[in-house]
């Protein structure tokens, strides 16, 4: 892999868990395996006041607490944080802004970095259109001098997709479309875009991978934490906007697009749009009928008491947020006329995984004998996390006489390849954006398409409170309602574990 031109990085709302936990001991992974510019900087912005020490101290501990490298020798860190410096301002404010610029050119003219710049917008979403539209109003947009500036925003993107278009026509006032990097931290795995090379090099699959042969589809992404201290965001956004709207249709058009004629960012990004224009829209009556949300309530799990979801901190009282939600979704193109989508997602379950699974149809004339015949068929399952891999079922018969018949699982674990490394989502999403390359982000189309297909589900939660919002426990599966979703007679979600250790953390493929 070859190293990005020199580079300055600016991350505004630098004070902040997501700068300390994932972007800069992403950073510092990239150093550590060559991958960082030969000169760059990380410059972070922010109201709070820190001084350069104080500021690399914080960093340092997220270094030692989540890098790929956290082990690495405290000299190296050390060399490593000389690259990153602190500026305190106002972020609403143009005169700080004038103070960047004269800031961003004196380190552009020290380190000779030709005015490349990203700016990473990791503020509350309030600010994602207010300080593109700074930076654009003192000249610390443009391209100029073939330089390159781009912007990443963070998600949620928009609220709703009123929200989202004003925000995409802010960012376009000042910003080109390919200087925007809309992340999707979910793209950035390694197992979701083994996705990709699974069915596209692969050709076994591809004449399988339709109505013809696929059952159903399941996607499920889980987790066993609860909102911890993020209540006051999640409670006016809940499990649709935070989980569903992004990062599981995402999930949903790599399984289900078209081959792109090529692996350029724009043929890519084509056919994920085509999938999510192709969803299904809710009607009201579809709403109560293909989708469940739920809320978690208080229990008890392995011996230690859980809060309910109205009892955490920053939640309303009487609540109607969903921590949970699962849905049938249909894509009515060519491919998937017909194939139901199970997708579900929530807080507080037994466990953290997220998975594919493409249920095959049964042969069609069944010879032997199954008791369990319905979840049985054959199923391809891609782990996305944890134990990343793949598995696929196939049914073998039982050695010894008649024709008993076993489901057996042909397996790959990452974990079996040894000297590989796997790198975070955001180490390979910022070293993408560094060179250029916007296939892994979303573009403006895709997020609006994906808005317009959730809004009139907020819509009717909104204006119909007669729609239920069903109660689980804290640490079970969710709603058991969610199970009528699956109509099929004798199947069910698939349980993901086979075996969840005593601390419900893993999760075994
Ligand atoms: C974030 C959501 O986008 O994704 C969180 O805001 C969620 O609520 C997280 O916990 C899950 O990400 P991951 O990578 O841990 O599956």
């Excluded at 009123?162 to 376009?172: C, T, W, Y």
């Excluded at 599981?248 to 792109?260: F, W």
């Excluded at 293909?290 to 309303?316: D, F, H, W």
């Excluded at 560094?434 to 997020?447: E, H, N, W």
């Amino acid at each position: 892999m070859n190293r990005a031109d020199n580079h300055i990085l600016v991350i505004f709302g630098a004070s902040g868990d997501l700068t300390y936990r994932k972007l800069i001991p992403a950073v510092f992974d990239l150093y550590k395996q060559n991958l960082l510019p030969e000169k760059f900087a990380v410059l972070g912005a922010g109201r709070t006041e820190f001084s350069n020490d104080k500021f690399r101290d914080k960093m340092k501990d997220g270094i030692k607490k989540f890098s790929n490298f956290k082990e690495d020798d405290e000299n190296n860190i050390d060399d490593f944080l000389k690259h990153i410096t602190y500026i305190a301002l106002d972020t609403e404010n143009q005169e700080d802004f004038k103070k960047l610029k004269v800031h961003l050119e004196t380190l552009d003219n020290n380190l000779d970095t030709k005015g490349n710049i990203i700016y990473y917008l990791s503020t509350p979403p309030s600010l994602y259109g207010v300080i593109p539209t700074l930076l654009g109003e003192v000249g610390l947009n443009n391209n100029t001098n073939g330089s390159r500036k781009k912007l990443i925003v963070e998600k949620p993107f928009g609220y709703d997709l009123e929200s989202a278009l004003e925000l995409n026509k802010k960012l376009s006032k000042y910003f080109k479309e390919e200087q925007i990097y809309r992340i999707d931290h979910y793209l950035g795995k390694e197992t979701v875009q083994n996705i990709l090379v699974t069915r596209f090099s692969n050709g076994i699959f591809e004449p399988l991978w339709n109505r013809n042969y696929v059952h159903h589809v399941e996607i499920t992404s889980v987790e066993n934490i609860g909102i911890e201290n993020r209540g006051g965001y999640y409670d006016s956004s809940g499990a649709l906007r935070d989980m569903v709207q992004n990062h599981l249709l995402q999930l949903t058009g790599l399984i289900a697009m078209e081959p792109p004629s090529s692996f350029d960012s724009n043929s890519l990004r084509n056919e994920i749009v085509k999938v999510f224009q192709s969803f299904r829209p809710f009607s009201e009556k579809d709403i109560l009928k293909n989708s469940i949300r739920g809320q978690y309530t208080a229990a008890t799990i392995r011996g230690e008491k859980v809060s309910g979801y109205r009892e955490e901190k920053g939640v309303k009282k009487d609540s109607r947020t969903e921590s949970y939600f699962a849905m049938k979704l249909f894509i009515d193109n060519w491919r998937w006329g017909g194939v139901p989508f199970y997708i579900r997602t929530g807080k507080r379950m037994p466990t953290k995984v997220t998975e594919v699974v493409i249920h095959f149809k049964q042969t069609p004339h069944f010879l032997f004998s199954k008791t369990d015949a319905a979840n049985s068929c054959n199923q391809l399952i891609l782990r996305i996390q944890p134990d990343e891999g793949v598995l696929f079922k196939i049914g073998m018969k039982v050695p010894g006489q008649g024709f008993d018949i076993q489901n057996v699982n042909m397996d790959f674990h990452y974990s079996d390849l040894s000297n590989t490394y796997l790198p975070t989502a955001y180490e390979r999403l910022l070293y993408d954006c560094m060179i250029g390359d916007s296939t892994l982000y979303q573009r403006a189309d895709a997020v609006e398409a994906a808005w317009k297909f959730v809004d009139p589900i907020l819509n009717a939660w909104k204006n119909n409170e007669k729609i239920p919002i069903y109660g689980y426990p804290a640490g079970t599966w969710g709603p058991e309602k969610a199970d009528n979703l699956i109509e099929e007679k004798d199947m069910t979600w698939r349980h993901p574990c086979k075996n969840l250790a005593e601390d419900g953390i893993y999760c075994e493929l």
